[in-house]
Structures are given as structure tokens and as C-alpha cells.
């Protein structure tokens, strides 16, 4: 039995080994790129997966594709948690964790009503209106993962990433400009900042080119909305199920549950700092991974067919959000 089961996972793993491989050495080439050039790497994941489509009709590379843009980005996700603690949640204050929940949902209920008057249909809106709400392309990527699959959810999906990425590094460079013309405070900055830009690594770029004390604050702001992706994912899961006639199921997906798991953990401090710092690591390459496999699957032909009222729609969410924040963080302060 031991021999049959080796030999099952050696010729699974000889199926998804070359897939897999051109997702990691896409990621690889976007995080150099990156690193010298300071654009988002999940970004250039993205737009090198596109250029690499033609390899989504190469039947050896197919079965690892695909494992990359479900399996590893599950893992990405749950890794997330190693990014969090209870206590640093805690630290925020109750009005101001109050506030940017609420933003979170009433951006996610924001989104639904614009989809559908804008005739996009609510489930767009959810994944946009989350994307732009949570942690940007993280985000996007964990609520396709529970979303209804359709013929054209992975190019929602894209969509949102590029989206996303892109507004919030238009961010990184207005809104601090924004919050120091308005004469914020290193709280009040690191509240708008936080609570607003879409993805962490414009946040922390945001928050310490104005201080350090800002820096933190937005960190910590925006890591709280990071956490919020569990209840989020939890309810929209909830929601589906029921409507599927599943009800009696355990709603919560299972990389909800590590993400729970890995936020318990890396808050009783047992795990050696340096061990943490490895898995947060390896949730940015799972994670850079997976774009890098959704951009292979993606045809630019399709992407281009989703029109101006997708971008409007994103547009508007990151107002309504950026507006809400901006008004918390003038009078909680």
C-alpha cells in the first residue's frame, strides 16, 4: 500500500512539476523586477504571466497551472496570518477598529449596489468591492477562491489584481501628500493611510515616507484589515452554501481556518522570529505564484473586452472607502 501511494504522489508530482516551475520562475523574475524597479511584484507576476498565455494550451504545463492558481494560493492566504498578532489588533483602540470595519463593509455593500446598477452583476462587486475594502490583490485572490465558478470569474478576478494594484500605487504617492496637506496628525495619517491604500507594501511605503510613527500606525491599521478577510470569507461562504442547498456543511474553507490557526500562533510568540519571517516569505511567493499562474491562464483578449464600467466601478469603491476613512480619521482623532 505504501508503494502504491508513493508511486501516486511521484507521478502527481512529475505532472504538476513543469506548471509549476514556469509559475516560480515567473515569480522569480517579478520579484527582481521589483527589487529594481519599485513597481508591485505581484504586478509584473501578472503582466509576465500574460505574455506567457500561450503556455496555458501546452498540455504539460496545464495540470501545474492550475494547481498553482487554486492549491498555492489557498496556501498564500492562510500564510497570511504569520503577519498578525491579537495583541497588535488590540492596540488600534475600539472606535478606531470600529471605524474601518464598518468602512470594510458598507465598501464590500457599496460595491454590490454599484455592480448591479452599473449591470455587472453583485458577485463583481463583492469580489471588488472586498478587494478594495480588505488587502487588494490578497483579497481578490481569496474571494474568487469562494466565489461561483463561471466562465469568466478568472478574468474578474485578474481584473480586480490589476485594478487594485495599480490604484493603490497611484495611493502610495497622492495620499500622503493628501494627509500632510490637510495637516493629520502621525495618528490620523497612519489611520487614513492604513485604512485606505489597498495592498501592505504601498501602505508601509506610504506610512514611513511621512514618519515613523505613521508608518507604524498604517501598518497596524492595515494589517487589522487584512484580518478582516476571515469573517468576510466566512459569511460570503455562508451565503453561497445556503444558497447552494448545502446549509448542513461546515461553511468556513479550510485555508480560513489555517489563516485563524496562524494568527493564534504567531500571537503566543512560540514560533521563533526568525521561522515566522520564513513562512511570511513563503506566503509572498505562494501568493506571487498564483498571480503569475492566473496571468498564464488569462487571455489579454478577454481582459480587454471588460469595458469602462469595471474601472469605474473600482474607481468609485476606492473613493467611497478613501472618503469614509479620511472622515474617521479627521474626527476620531
Not at 504545463?61 to 491579537?86: D, H, N, Q, W, Y
Not at 461546515?250 to 519571517?277: H, K, M, T, W, Y
Not at 488569462?298 to 472622515?327: C, D, H, Q
Amino acid at each position: 500500500m505504501a508503494i502504491a501511494l508513493t508511486k501516486k504522489l511521484v507521478g502527481r508530482s512529475r505532472r504538476l512539476f513543469p506548471g509549476i516551475v514556469v509559475c516560480l520562475t515567473i515569480a522569480a523574475a517579478a520579484r527582481f523586477l521589483s527589487d529594481h524597479y519599485g513597481a508591485p511584484q505581484m504586478l509584473f507576476a501578472l503582466l509576465l504571466g500574460l505574455a506567457f498565455h500561450f503556455l496555458a494550451e501546452e498540455v504539460s504545463c496545464v495540470p501545474g497551472i492550475e494547481f498553482a492558481a487554486s492549491k498555492i494560493l489557498r496556501i498564500g492566504v492562510a500564510l497570511l496570518g504569520m503577519r498578525i498578532t491579537f495583541e497588535q489588533l488590540l492596540s488600534l483602540g475600539g472606535l478606531s477598529i470600529g471605524w474601518v470595519a464598518a468602512g470594510l463593509v458598507l465598501t464590500i455593500l457599496f460595491g454590490v449596489t454599484a455592480a448591479r446598477v452599473l449591470g455587472q452583476g453583485g458577485g463583481f462587486g463583492v469580489l471588488t468591492g472586498g478587494a478594495v475594502g480588505i488587502c487588494g490583490a490578497s483579497a481578490a485572490l481569496a474571494i474568487a477562491a469562494v466565489l461561483p465558478r463561471h466562465p469568466e470569474a478568472e478574468r474578474n478576478a485578474i481584473f480586480a489584481v490589476v485594478s487594485v494594484t495599480t490604484l493603490s500605487t497611484v495611493a502610495m504617492v497622492v495620499y500622503p501628500i493628501i494627509a500632510v496637506r490637510l495637516g493629520l496628525d502621525a495618528h490620523a495619517t497612519g489611520m487614513f493611510l492604513g485604512g485606505t491604500i489597498h495592498d501592505v507594501a504601498q501602505v508601509i511605503g506610504a506610512g514611513y515616507s511621512v514618519s515613523n510613527e505613521a508608518g507604524d500606525i498604517s501598518t497596524v491599521v492595515k494589517l487589522f484589515r487584512v484580518a478582516m478577510l476571515v469573517p468576510v470569507v466566512f459569511v460570503l461562504s455562508v451565503i453561497l452554501r445556503r444558497r447552494g442547498g448545502q446549509a448542513g456543511k461546515l461553511p468556513v474553507p479550510v485555508f480560513v481556518i489555517a489563516f485563524c490557526l496562524f494568527v493564534a500562533i504567531n500571537s503566543s510568540g512560540v514560533v521563533p522570529a526568525a521561522a515566522a519571517d520564513w513562512l511570511v516569505e513563503l506566503s509572498r511567493w505562494c501568493l506571487v505564484a498564483a498571480i503569475a499562474a492566473l496571468g498564464v491562464k488569462t487571455s489579454l483578449r478577454a481582459l480587454a473586452r471588460i469595458g469602462i464600467r469595471p474601472v469605474s466601478l473600482v474607481l468609485a469603491e476606492t473613493l467611497f472607502i478613501a472618503g469614509w476613512v479620511l472622515a474617521g480619521a479627521t474626527f476620531l482623532d
